[in-house]
C-alpha cells in the first residue's frame, strides 16, 4: 500500500496535475505517463467522449435527449463530468436548460460537444412540420380492403417529408381501426380522424357505408322492381339512360319516414329511413308499352 502511495505521488509530480482540462491535451513524456497515473491516483482526465441524440427531428416544441459519456487515459467512465455543446450554425437549434436538444427553425446543423480536451461531433436535420394535407371528409364502403388514406406532411418550407410517418388515431374504434397506417371500416357509422405530425396536426370526418346491392338495373316500358328493406337508414344511387331519349325513372319508398321520393330522372340520389319494414320501388313510367328500355346501373347502401 505504502509503495502504491509514493508511486503515485511521484507520477503525480511528474506530470503535475493528474487533470489536463486546462493545460490541453498531454505531449510527450506526459503523454505517456498519463493511462499509468490514472491507475495509481484518482484520474478525472477525460480522454473520450460519446454522445447520442436523435439524428432528425420534426417538433420546435418538444426536445430530445441527449446522453452523454466521459471516458478518462484508462477507459474508466468519469460520472457526472460537465459536458458542452456548441451548435452550428446556432440558428437551427439550442441546447435547452436541462441539457436537451430543440430544433428552432428547417436546417441543418452540427453538434460540437466538448469535455475538457475530448470533443465529438454529430449531424443534426432538423426538419420541422409546417402543415398537414388531407381529405376534410372521408367516405369508406364496407365490404373492403384496408384503405390508405392520402395523407401528405410537409415541412415550413413546403417540401414534402416523404420519411415522417404521422400518428394517425380514431374516435370511435368501434367504426373504424387502423392497422399498418390504412383505414379498416368495421361497422356503419361516423367517426372523427386525427392525424399527427411534428407540431401539427389535422382532422377529417369519415363516414362508413355498407353496400347492399350495386347492380345493372335494366327496365322495360312500364317495367318496375321492388327492394324490401328491413330496419335502419338508407341510401339509393341510379342511374339510367334511355336511348337518346329523357327519358328515366322514378324512386319511390314505402313504410319510411323522411323518404326522399323522386319523379322521373335518369339520374337519382334519394336517402330514407325505415323504422320496422319498408321498400325501395323504381319504375320506368310506362308510355302506352311504346317508350324506351331504362338501362343503367342501381347502387343501394345501409348508411349512418
Not at 364502403?141 to 400518428?167: W, Y
Not at 344511387?237 to 319516414?257: C, D
Amino acid at each position: 500500500m505504502h509503495v502504491r502511495v509514493l508511486l503515485g505521488t511521484f507520477l503525480t509530480m511528474m506530470v503535475c496535475s493528474c487533470s489536463t482540462s486546462e493545460r490541453g491535451v498531454p505531449t510527450g513524456v506526459e503523454a505517456w505517463l498519463q493511462p499509468l497515473l490514472c491507475k495509481f491516483t484518482t484520474c478525472r482526465t477525460p480522454a473520450k467522449l460519446d454522445f447520442k441524440t436523435a439524428e432528425i427531428l420534426f417538433s420546435s416544441e418538444s426536445e430530445s435527449a441527449i446522453s452523454t459519456r466521459v471516458f478518462n487515459p484508462s477507459g474508466e467512465l468519469l460520472t457526472d463530468f460537465p459536458v458542452q455543446f456548441d451548435i452550428v450554425p446556432p440558428s437551427v437549434a439550442v441546447i435547452t436548460q436541462t441539457q436537451g436538444l430543440r430544433c428552432t427553425k428547417t436546417g441543418d446543423a452540427i453538434i460540437l460537444a466538448h469535455a475538457g480536451a475530448a470533443t465529438s461531433s454529430a449531424k443534426l436535420s432538423c426538419r420541422l412540420v409546417g402543415r398537414i394535407v388531407m381529405d376534410q371528409r372521408m367516405h369508406l364502403i364496407m365490404p373492403a380492403d384496408p384503405v390508405a388514406p392520402n395523407i401528405q406532411v410537409l415541412d415550413t418550407e413546403n417540401r414534402l417529408l416523404a420519411t415522417l410517418q404521422p400518428q394517425i388515431t380514431v374516435g370511435d374504434p368501434a367504426v373504424l381501426d387502423i392497422r399498418d397506417g390504412k383505414l379498416v371500416p368495421r361497422q356503419v357509422g361516423v367517426t372523427r380522424l386525427t392525424v399527427s405530425a411534428g407540431d401539427k396536426s389535422a382532422q377529417s370526418i369519415v363516414t362508413v357505408v355498407r353496400a347492399l346491392k350495386n347492380e345493372p338495373l335494366l327496365l322495360s316500358d312500364g317495367g318496375r322492381i321492388n327492394y324490401a328493406l328491413t330496419q335502419g337508414n338508407y341510401e339509393v344511387e341510379v342511374k339510367v339512360r334511355s336511348g337518346s331519349s329523357a327519358y328515366g325513372v322514378t324512386l319511390s319508398w314505402v313504410g319510411g319516414r323522411h323518404c326522399e321520393n323522386k319523379g322521373e330522372a335518369q339520374e337519382i340520389t334519394a336517402r330514407c329511413t325505415i323504422d320496422t319494414a319498408g321498400a325501395l320501388i323504381i319504375e320506368n313510367p310506362t308510355s302506352f308499352g311504346l317508350g324506351p328500355s331504362a338501362d343503367g346501373y342501381l347502387a343501394l347502401y345501409e348508411v349512418p
